[in-house]
């Protein structure tokens, strides 16, 4: 004798489905975790975030991880082969070479020494170009060798290290 398909859908169903139960599935209860593993995250839970990223920067020496993964995210009309590194052209090496070589674009600009008879100059250059008062700007040209400024484009930089240079003061990009 033939059955229809619903009749075999309502006999299927009728074994999935428990007299004490409503729904025809459900997910089984969650597993107890070990005690040391609660410990573990209660502990986590506690942590502001500023400690989070030091248990982060600390696990990844720790562990010896140099780079933390990239996860793309692909978007409709996004090409796989235009994602970095999955360029598989015949050229292969040379390509490859040429994508990896990335001119840098922020600088941090480094004093070296400058002319004492030129210190008044180049504290005030300083102060032009950063916010510093100038007390703090007198101390760092002081500590010569030092950072005056960090993260600068590379055209600001040049112009920088021209009007120091002018100043009297030696600056390096670095």
């Known amino acids: 004798m033939l059955r229809s398909p619903f009749s075999l859908l309502r006999l299927t169903r009728s074994y999935l ?3 004490e139960s409503t729904s025809a599935w459900s ?8 005690p040391r593993v609660s410990a573990i995250v209660d502990d986590l839970a ?28 692909m978007t409709p009309g996004m090409v796989v082969g235009g994602l970095p590194g999955s360029n598989k052209s015949s050229s292969g090496g040379a390509a490859s070479a040429a994508e990896e ?8 600009l480094k004093l070296e020494s400058f002319d004492a ?16 008062g100038l007390k703090e700007a007198k101390d760092l040209v002081e ?6 400024k960090k993260g600068v484009l ?3 930089a040049e112009k920088i290290v021209e009007k120091m240079k002018l100043a009297g003061a030696k600056v390096v990009m670095e």
């Open 17 to 19: 489905i428990r007299p």
């Open 27 to 34: 997910p089984p209860p969650p597993l107890d975790p070990s």
């Open 46 to 73: 506690g942590l502001t975030l500023l400690e989070l990223a030091d248990l982060t920067e600390t696990l990844r020496t720790q562990l010896r991880i140099d780079q933390i993964p990239v996860v793309a995210v």
């Open 101 to 108: 070589k990335v001119e840098k674009t922020a600088f941090d």
């Open 117 to 132: 008879a030129s210190k008044i100059k180049i504290i005030k250059e300083v102060r032009s170009f950063t916010d510093l």
């Open 143 to 148: 500590k010569t060798p030092a950072v005056i």
């Open 154 to 156: 590379k055209e600001e």
